[in-house]
């Protein structure tokens, strides 16, 4: 019998795979995005009151690929009438909850969108030479069944948790669920937050605001020497740019992840207003003279933790690291901030062998972010850092890394790819001044 193929089926709706469907449906492709959830809510248990992005909002999902997108920031403000309110604001950083219900506006005007279809495998017919995509579809689970050329992952990243507390028999909290617990959580009479990135920050000063009302005591603790600032000066900037990430690419590995270890405070600090703010709140309680119920402490990593079902509370040991002293802490509540790791969805193991790995079980991603063999058919996003560098996860790329992905998947360059923006050098110029010894 024969079958409809897709030249493309993307699989997971987030604001990456978001943003090459707004870029894809003005060119009327063959394509469709399929997402489990039944809407599109981005983090939606980060949603945190006045929590902002961290990219201005010319990130949007289209403007940095084409800036005439009917898809844009500017043109949702213009149509749902908040387009002069914005500019009154004179700021250039979204709320994540603006950013979230920018993203539904624009997910609500696309036709190529598939909500509640979970892909549960994907295989290869080697006769029809096409992938076999099935999962379940629909409130009743409905199996479904599609084929496509090629493919787009974009299934996002999962919590990551400290080595000790891999969830297994206990629950730990992680931030990425943080305000569907937030009411449990403040019924404790302690909480510890782990990790000292944005999410940390947001989560301490979230809890911070209230723990008069709630009376619990509220320890933030890391590993980190300091709670550092996510560095934005502009220079530094342009490491997020196609620039560096050509730079970045042609390095060998060891020298890559030597390089990203070193590059923290580029993606994992705490935006300096949050700090700021954090700081002003803390020397506010203490004029007024209360009793400050909250630690923050640097230096100490987390060495084990057990949950203590009959007391209901959480034995942590941490280590002081410029001592060599280790400690024990009980703590009512717990929230792991303690970041993502990239996602390889168990749906891959079907198309395994048609696919390029690293030694370390990642993929292997060709500069055009393709990790098959033929470097032409599935294309990845959000899980390359190892290859491309730290412009991986950022929202800023993102429109730079779908019309890369679009070119590849039709052959043609239907939105300027930008080759080279920085004012720096990142590599030593090809030029006659500077002579290769
Ligand atoms: C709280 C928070 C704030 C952030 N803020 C910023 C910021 O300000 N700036 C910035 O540059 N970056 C930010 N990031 C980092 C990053 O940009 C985001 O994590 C972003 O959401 C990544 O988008 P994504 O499309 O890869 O995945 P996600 O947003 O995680 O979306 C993946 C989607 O895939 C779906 N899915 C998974 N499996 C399946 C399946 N089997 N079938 C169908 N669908 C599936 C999921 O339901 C989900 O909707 C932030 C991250 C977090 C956690």
Same mark, same amino acid.
């Given at each position: 019998m024969k079958q409809d193929v897709y030249e493309f089926i993307a699989i997971g709706l987030g604001p990456f795979n978001l943003s090459l469907a707004c870029l894809a449906e003005p060119l009327e492709l063959n394509g469709i995005f399929l997402e489990r959830s039944a809407e599109f809510n981005w983090h939606p248990d980060m949603? &945190?009151? /006045? !929590?902002?992005? %961290? /990219?201005?909002? &010319?990130?949007?999902? +289209?403007s940095l690929a084409d800036? $005439? #997108?009917?898809?844009s920031f500017l043109n949702y403000c213009k149509e749902e009438g908040k387009l002069y309110s914005y500019y009154f604001r004179e700021s250039f950083y979204l709320t994540r909850t603006e950013y979230n219900d920018y993203c539904r506006w624009a997910a609500m005007r696309l036709s190529n969108l598939r909500f509640e279809h979970e892909v549960q495998s994907l295989s290869y017919d080697e006769e029809a030479q096409c992938y076999v995509v099935a999962g379940v579809k629909g409130a009743m689970r409905t199996p479904f069944v599609l084929h496509c050329r090629k493919l787009v992952l974009g299934v996002g990243t999962r919590p990551s948790f400290p080595e000790c507390c891999q969830p297994g028999g206990h629950r730990y909290l992680h931030t990425a669920y943080y305000l569907a617990n937030k009411a449990a959580l403040q019924k404790k009479r302690s909480i510890t937050i782990v990790g000292s990135g944005q999410s940390a920050a947001e989560v301490y000063y979230d809890l911070l605001q209230e723990i008069d009302e709630h009376d619990y005591s509220l320890i933030w603790i890391t590993r980190s020497p300091r709670f550092f600032q996510m560095e934005t000066t502009k220079l530094t900037l342009e490491m997020f740019s196609p620039d560096y990430i050509d730079y970045f690419y042609e390095l060998d590995e060891p020298t890559k992840e030597r390089i990203v270890r070193k590059?923290? #405070?580029?993606?994992k600090g705490v935006n300096a207003s949050l700090i700021n703010r954090i700081y002003d709140l803390l020397d506010d309680r203490r004029k007024r003279g209360g009793v400050l119920r909250t630690h923050l402490i640097t230096n100490c990593e987390l060495q084990d933790c057990r949950y203590d079902p009959d007391g209901d509370h959480y034995e942590i040991e941490f280590c002081q690291l410029d001592c060599g002293t280790r400690y024990a802490h009980r703590s009512e509540g717990l929230v792991f901030a303690t970041g993502y790791r990239e996602n390889i969805a168990p749906f891959v193991d079907g198309i395994r062998h048609r696919m390029r790995w690293d030694e370390k079980g990642r993929y292997q991603l060709a500069r055009n972010y393709a990790a098959d063999l033929n470097g032409s058919e599935i294309f990845i996003q959000n899980a390359g850092q190892h290859t491309?560098?730290? $412009? /991986? %996860?950022d929202l800023g790329m993102s429109c730079y890394r779908n019309s890369y992905i679009l070119r590849e998947l $039709?052959? +043609?360059?239907h939105y300027k790819i930008e080759r080279r923006i920085a004012l %720096?050098?990142?590599? &030593?110029?090809?030029? !006659?001044?500077f002579v290769r010894l």
């Open positions: 949603l &945190i009151d /006045n !929590a902002t992005l %961290q /990219n201005p909002f &010319i990130a949007d999902l +289209v800036p $005439t #997108s009917r898809f590059q923290d #405070s580029l993606y491309h560098g730290m $412009t /991986n %996860q $039709t052959g +043609v360059e %720096q050098d990142f590599a &030593i110029p090809a030029t !006659a001044d």
